[in-house]
C-alpha cells in the first residue's frame, strides 16, 4: 500500500473499537497487511456460496448481510466481515452487500491467517465479535421453543 494510504487506513484503524485493545504496533501490522478499497452502493462484496479469500473491516459506510434463512443482518463502520470462509475454508456463508458507497480495509486470508496466528489481540478482538454473532443468532429459535413448550 503507497504511505499515504497506509497512514490513512492506520488512522481510521484506531477509532474502531474491534481493535482498541491493540498496542500501536499491533495496529501498524494491521494496516500494513491490508489495502483500502472502494464498493459503490448496490455491489455484492461477498456472494453466498463462491469461495472466499478476502476478509473485510467497514471504514465507511453500510453494508447487509443477507444469510438463506434469518433477517438481513446491517454492518457498519468498525465492523468486519468475510472471516467464516477464510477460517474454515469453506465458501461463503451470506451475501454482503453494500447499501451505500463502502470504504473497506481488506485482507488476503495469507495475511489474514497470519495475524491470526501472531496477534493474538487480533484473534482475541475477531474470536469475541464472532461470539457475540453466534449469541445473537441463537436467541431468536430459543425464544421461539420458550412459546411453543408449555
Ligand atoms: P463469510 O462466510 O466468509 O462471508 C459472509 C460473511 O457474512 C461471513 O463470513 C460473516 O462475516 C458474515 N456473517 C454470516 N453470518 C453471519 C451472522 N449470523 N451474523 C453476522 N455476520 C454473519
Redesign the pocket.
Known sequence: MPTLERTEALSALKGIPLFAGLTPQQLRRVAEAGRLKLFRAGAAI?RLGEP?DTFYVILDGHAL?V?EA?RP?KLHAGD???????IENVP???D?IATDDVTALTIGHTAFKKLLRSEAAFTYAILKTVIG?LRS?QRAPRWELDNLVP
Open positions: 461477498v472466499g448481510v444469510r434469518g443482518l468486519f466481515f468475510g472471516e467464516l470462509a477464510l461463503r456463508s451470506a454482503v454473532r443468532d
